[in-house]
């Protein structure tokens, strides 16, 4: 019977916490069936069979089930049901188990009981470095702040000596394409393990787990693109020098995942029935997941104390919330928790109170650049001694006014600026930055962002201007053709603030006549360079620094101040990602 199959190498690898028995391996097989068609039969039903590949000089154990299943059908308002065949089939060889499944009902909660699984970084040591070329590349950067950039994803024919590794020490790779010869193989930060090739029989893929397991046996000593990024370590060595700060929902996966499986998302409502959400919901509950909460000193969610908190286990932290118990999510025909659905993906994030470190889809990585960083990072701090004076972002306006108040940022700004050939008041509509300066004796494109507010050490603050700087980077690499439209268009017009139409020209320094010729020559000059400038008059340098050093000494700092690093930490990184240069204009 089992010669029917046809699979394609695609499994996760665990090794036993103790000894396997009949029972363990009952459970599993009983927990993947759970979602079996009620009154049906196993098209395959094999348990622990003794198995020979002569040619592979192998021997092995291999239980099998495959089932009927079936699962509501929502698109359309009748009751119907989509009928598939799940599968699961256990290999062990040697101390190894290999889990192949498809459709089956969820058994991690098992699997994790008396398994440990083989994880994508011990996966990632069994090839050569030199032996492959890195063709895809995921990485997830230490941060939760909502204004940063959280996700970043790299393709070339091979990412070796393409891409930059300055920022690599405080990214977690958690999906790895590569090619090793003639094989294409994928890597995820689940620890599951894809080989693209032809649908094989089950001593086939037997034989190529037996590969897998040799591999992992002997790890390769030649892993230095992959050790350039952030390290995995121990979550009890974490907890032992550091506590929880704050924690993250990963909403984007979570949605994408809901989605491309058409998860239907329900209620459970006081009368014990589960009721299908509507979108409306769907969106405030994804909105309110898109937050970053801070922890207390007892690791509950602040604002939430009564019914959120973080929990610390063994060798896990897992969320605990009496909100999301109340929502399901449909899965292979079972209805789960949106809380157990976020935990048993890893659709989560945690932060600490030591900043170079962060715990993600269930293990604890480390910042491999260390607190060096912070020396760096406060370096694009540029204290200018006008922004002391600053009492608002843009000043008051009137019919007659032709210029920006002096104590505004917009005003400091084009006073800092005013040595530029062309400065361009860009704020509202489609904008591209606040202020776009151009200078050729400089042979730099500036774009500069604005906000002000009163000196504190907050993150909050930073988390709009941030969005801001980041989301526009794009835009810093425009052509003639765009800017010259602007200048004809959105430029050649007055600005208007609140209804307030003035009479402050958008072209705040230069003729648009001969921005034609100065830009074809600025932008053919091979020195030209972009900076990314926030001028933030609530930002102190010296106050910053002083909770900065803190970090570097290892003196414990407030939650906030951690994710103040990480904002300016992704600022940088992002703006260098993009060839440009970032400065944060702020007080003394």
């Given at each position: 019977m089992p010669e029917r199959l046809e699979l394609t190498k695609n499994a996760q690898f665990y090794v036993p916490k103790n000894a396997v028995d009949d029972s363990i391996l009952n459970e599993i097989l009983g927990a993947a069936s759970d979602n079996m068609e009620a009154n049906s039969e196993y098209v395959i039903n094999l348990f622990r069979s003794d198995r020979v590949v002569d040619e592979g000089d192998i021997n092995y154990k291999c239980s099998i089930r495959v089932f009927p299943s079936t699962r509501p059908v929502y698109f359309i308002d009748e009751e119907l049901e989509d009928r598939v065949f799940a599968f699961i089939i256990l290999i062990e060889y040697q101390n190894y188990l290999a889990v192949f499944k498809k459709s089956c009902a969820n058994i991690s909660d098992?699997?994790?009981?008396?398994?440990?699984?083989?994880?994508?970084?011990?996966?990632?040591?069994?090839?050569?470095?030199?032996?492959?070329?890195?063709?895809k590349l995921a990485l997830r950067n230490m941060t939760v702040s909502e204004r940063a950039m959280r996700a970043r994803s790299y393709e070339a024919a091979d990412l070796k000596g393409l891409l930059s590794t300055h920022s690599a020490g405080r990214s977690i790779p958690y999906y790895l394409k590569f090619r090793q010869g003639a094989i294409t193989k994928t890597i995820s930060g689940t620890g599951r393990i894809v080989e693209s090739s032809q649908r094989k029989t089950l001593d086939e893929i037997a034989c190529w787990v037996k590969e897998q397991v040799d591999s992992i046996e002997t790890p390769s000593d030649n892993n230095s693109f992959l050790e350039s990024f952030a390290k995995k370590v121990e979550l009890a060595e974490v907890l032992?020098?550091?506590?929880?700060?704050?924690?993250?929902?990963?909403?984007n996966p979570l949605y994408a995942r809901i989605e491309k499986d058409r998860l239907p998302i329900l209620y459970k409502a006081s009368h014990g029935r589960n009721i299908k959400v509507s979108s409306r919901i769907v969106n405030s509950l994804f909105s309110a997941l898109e937050q970053v909460y801070e922890l207390d000193s007892g690791h509950n969610v602040v604002g939430r104390e009564g019914c959120s908190k973080l929990r610390k286990n063994e060798k896990t932290l897992t969320l605990s919330s009496k909100i999301l118990t109340k929502f399901r999510v449909t899965e292979n025909g079972k209805d789960v928790?949106?809380?157990?659905?976020?935990?048993?993906?890893?659709?989560?994030s945690v932060t600490f109170s030591d900043p170079k470190f962060m715990y993600f889809m269930g293990s604890c990585f480390e910042d491999s650049s260390g607190i060096s960083e912070i020396s760096s990072i406060l370096e694009i701090l540029q204290p200018q001694n006008e922004i002391a004076a600053v009492t608002s972002e843009k000043g008051e306006f009137t019919n007659t006014s032709s210029e920006f108040d002096a104590d505004s940022m917009f005003g400091v700004v084009e006073q800092l600026h005013a040595g530029d050939d062309y400065v361009f008041c860009d704020d509202f509509g489609i904008e591209w930055a606040d202020h776009i300066t151009l200078n050729k004796e400089d042979s730099s494109i500036s774009f500069?962002?604005?906000?002000?507010?009163?000196?504190?050490?907050?993150?909050?603050?930073?988390?709009?201007?941030?969005?801001?700087?980041?989301?526009?980077?794009?835009?810093?690499?425009?052509?003639?053709?765009?800017?010259?439209?602007?200048?004809?268009?959105?430029?050649?017009?007055?600005?208007?603030?609140?209804?307030?139409q003035t009479n402050i020209n958008r072209i705040r320094k230069g003729n648009p006549n001969d921005a034609d010729a100065y830009l074809d020559g600025l932008l053919k000059d091979y020195k030209l360079h972009r900076k990314c400038i926030l001028s933030c008059s609530f930002l102190s340098k010296s106050a910053v620094e002083a909770e900065f050093r803190k970090i570097q000494a290892g003196t414990p700092v407030r939650g906030h101040i951690v994710q103040l690093l990480w904002i300016l930490s992704s600022f940088a990184h992002a703006v260098k990602d993009m060839n440009a240069i970032p400065i944060v204009y702020c007080n003394v």
């Open positions: 098992v699997l994790k009981e008396h398994f440990t699984l083989i994880d994508s970084r011990d996966l990632s040591s069994t090839f050569n470095d030199d032996e492959v070329e890195f063709q032992s020098m550091c506590e929880p700060s704050a924690i993250l929902i990963e909403s928790t949106l809380q157990k659905f976020i935990v048993k993906n890893g659709f989560y500069i962002h604005s906000k002000h507010g009163d000196i504190s050490t907050s993150a909050s603050n930073l988390h709009e201007v941030v969005g801001q700087g980041i989301k526009n980077l794009g835009y810093m690499y425009f052509n003639k053709e765009k800017m010259i439209e602007r200048i004809n268009g959105t430029f050649s017009n007055t600005y208007n603030n609140n209804r307030v």
